[in-house]
């Protein structure tokens, strides 16, 4: 089965460039190829994961005697697969068993583990539905098969990249997804708040791909053979390898993978691109918040754990940032109004959480770790989809209005929206029994887990980054009860369908005569909704610690074989810890206090507001970080390339043109003159030139 594998990222690529060619001819079908391309490619997920673990998960083409992991000594090993080989460079370097080997080689070699089984399934499942989604919701855009084709095309590198299994074609796809979003971001490029945003992302990312490079060099040096193949470098020789030879690159090589990480899943100091994302449409907010891109540095981070975890100073590093970026994120979301701009927040805030669990990778809790990291990606992904997409089905029928301020009591005429907003809304808060209370409990259990794993000031981080969690965790409750009543509850209240708050470039069609203005979204928008909203009921019972499917099936991860396994393979997830409670009361405690400031007409906020003004403006204005980075970075680079734009106009291009005038002045005004056609005039410079001849050559010396 693992032959087929490439069937995955081909069959959403298929799909787009069906789209691409034929888009204009299909019309309003435009969106099918792609939206059936993603389905099939989630149905081959579902038959590979079937086959995870059988016997006919056959052995790997390159190592036909599969090990097994440390997880579970009974797992089979992954299968891979070349495609074919992309790149053979270099001398041959003898082998210790005689045979040559290139200096670089590089197959297009996909892996089928554990953890590419569940990025697989929740990319494919979540995209179908956000496509399905847009089919309606981007209705009657001029570029209508443009925008399917580019969405085909991201899901067949996010997908690539997930099925990988060497670093270099890792960032081949890492760059597609970064390109993707670039022109998904800027879909409507006319405007130029997206085209600044597209732009803002894209920059910003490649700040961040220069330490993917840098590893990646790193890794092809002090790696035995230079094999950059996850199977060579995740492997517990390699590590002992490099503690004995090359001890920095066991600090260097992963915090160089966690820098890329750091732009890619929007963490500090890199997240300043996110919140400007949601200039582009909708779904490409759903798309790239819940199951794409910004997942894409959490795996890469899960993935590379062997190495991650070989010295504590990293996690330690990563737990920090995670818990930085975790609170300022939930922070600055308290006093936004733009409904896609507090959820921006929200995913930022809990990529947070996820790279606080990776973080935990210490002693006996490395398991734990990534485990708890990875079933918050798999949760969030569903209850933040929905989540954008309900925002999305606000703005159908607010005429793309998306301030909270000019809306209000929707519950009435959108019952659907505001059921399935409220289910995500209280996931995303952590109440049980919802997908984000076993995930974010999960998390909690590993602070705690890693503070007791722990000594001496590393003990004391954990404690603290636990505090700081349960911190952001009643945030998070506050700014969610607070986005859902300000928009679902209380007087109802339209804006017009000319106002001016909308934008003109969002307008697929004239909403002055939109039969859903004000009303609930079409079927083809509530039906992902519906179907979203029931994965956020069921994903967290069904998967989590309840039956322990999902630390199976991520068990069936060998690149994880050198994690320290739990003393207790179960570590206990108890739905009655003390941090479990606690955790559950900060969230129940967030949600109260929002509905006692908006669940209905009151003076609270403004006067909490006026009390706390230094404070207040510094949430609303985002502390000024991008007014910070504009004056550090942009304006700088914007001076120099104003210089060099000077000194290329002024000085290179005077220079060559100086050139290019020497001669004309020479030739045009000295020596022209002189071919006057006058035969004396000829003499006497012959007679000039002879006399000049005879003068050099008697002269005395």
């Known amino acids: 089965m693992v032959d087929n594998a490439w069937l995955v990222p081909a069959l959403p690529l298929l799909g787009a460039l069906i789209t691409a060619i034929f888009g204009k001819t299909l019309g309003r079908h435009a969106h099918w190829p792609v939206v059936l391309g993603i389905a099939s490619s989630f149905v081959v997920s ?9 016997p006919a998960f056959g052995h790997s083409h390159e190592d036909p005697h599969p090990t097994t992991t440390a997880a579970d000594p009974h797992h089979d090993s992954p299968t ?28 297009i070699e996909l892996r089928v583990d554990g953890l590419t089984i569940l990025m697989l399934s929740m990319v494919t499942f979540v ?48 760059e597609g997804v970064g390109v993707c979003s670039y022109l998904l971001i800027g879909f409507w490029y006319r405007k130029p708040s997206a085209a600044a945003a597209a732009q803002k992302a894209f920059l910003v990312n490649r700040v961040g791909d220069v330490g993917f490079a840098l590893a990646i060099f790193w890794m092809w040096a002090v790696s035995p053979g230079h094999d950059l193949s996850y199977t060579a470098l995740l492997s517990p020789q390699t590590v002992e390898h490099l503690q004995i030879h090359a001890p920095a690159a066991l600090v260097g090589i992963p915090l160089l993978l966690f820098w890329a990480a750091t732009a890619k899943s929007a963490q500090v100091p890199l997240y300043v691109w996110l919140p400007d994302a949601m200039e582009g449409p909708t779904p490409v907010s759903a798309l790239i918040h819940a199951a794409t891109m910004v997942t894409a540095g959490v795996y890469l981070i899960a993935r590379s754990a062997v190495l991650v975890f070989a010295e504590p100073l990293v996690p330690a590093i990563i737990a920090a940032t995670g818990a930085l970026t975790a609170l300022l994120a939930a922070f600055f979301a308290l006093t936004q109004f733009d409904l896609k701009r507090i959820l921006a927040y929200s995913t930022i805030s809990q990529l947070g959480f996820m790279f606080m669990a990776l973080g935990c990778g210490v002693g006996d809790v490395m398991t734990l770790a990534v485990t708890a990291a990875m079933f918050h990606l798999f949760t969030h992904a569903f209850f933040k989809a929905l989540l954008f997409l309900g925002s999305g089905s606000v703005m159908h029928a607010m005429g793309h209005v998306i301030d909270i301020r000019r809306f209000g009591g929707l519950r009435h005429r959108m019952p659907i929206t505001a059921a399935t907003f409220a289910i995500g809304g209280l996931a995303l808060a952590g109440i049980f029994p919802l997908a984000g209370f076993w995930s974010k409990d999960e998390i909690l259990l590993a602070l705690r887990s890693a503070a007791a794993a722990s000594s001496g000031s590393y003990a004391w981080l954990y404690q603290a980054i636990f505090a700081t969690a349960l911190a952001t965790a009643f945030l998070t409750a506050f700014y969610t009860g607070r986005a859902f009543f300000l928009t679902f509850c209380g007087p109802e209240r339209l804006p017009s369908p000319s106002d001016p708050e909308a934008d003109p470039e969002e307008h697929h069609h004239d909403h002055s005569h939109d039969p859903h203005f004000g009303h609930e979204s ?9 179907v979203l909203a029931a994965s956020t009921i069921l994903v967290g019972l069904a998967f989590g610690p309840l039956t322990g499917w999902f630390a199976d099936l991520v068990s069936r991860t060998p690149t ?13 997830f108890n739905p009655l810890a003390p941090e479990v409670l606690l955790g559950t009361l900060v969230g129940v405690a967030g949600l109260v206090l929002a509905w006692a400031f908006y669940g209905r007409p009151s003076q609270l906020p403004d006067r909490l507001a006026n009390s706390l003004r230094p404070l207040h403006s510094a949430s609303f204005h985002k502390l000024w970080v991008d007014e910070l980075y504009t004056a550090l970075f942009v304006q700088p680079t914007r001076f120099l390339a104003a210089l060099a734009r000077f000194l290329d106009v002024y000085f290179i291009d005077g220079l060559v043109r100086l050139v290019a005038w020497i001669p004309r002045v020479v030739g045009r005004d000295l020596i022209a003159p002189l071919q006057n056609g006058l035969v004396q005039l000829y003499a006497a410079l012959t007679a000039v030139g002879l006399l000049a001849l005879l003068l050099l050559a008697f002269w005395p010396r």
Not at 46 to 54: D, E, V, Y
Not at 143 to 166: D, I, K, Q
Not at 522 to 530: A, D, E, H, K, V
């Open 560 to 572: 994880w074989s050198a994690l320290t396994p739990p003393e207790h393979p179960h570590h206990g």
């Open 127 to 174: 995209a179908t539905l956000v496509a399905l989604f847009a089919s309606g919701y981007m209705k009657g855009d001029p570029a209508y098969p443009r925008f399917f084709a580019e969405v085909g095309l991201f899901v067949f590198c996010m997908t690539g990249l997930v099925l990988s299994n060497n670093y270099v074609l890792t960032y081949a796809f890492w």
């Open 46 to 54: 579902l038959a590979l994961a079937g086959s995870l673990g059988t």
């Open 522 to 530: 079409p079927p083809s928008m509530t039906m992902p909704l519906i």
């Open 80 to 107: 891979t697969t070349i495609v074919y080989h992309w790149l053979r460079l270099g001398n041959p370097i003898p082998q210790p068993d005689g045979s040559p080997r290139p200096e670089l080689q590089i197959p």
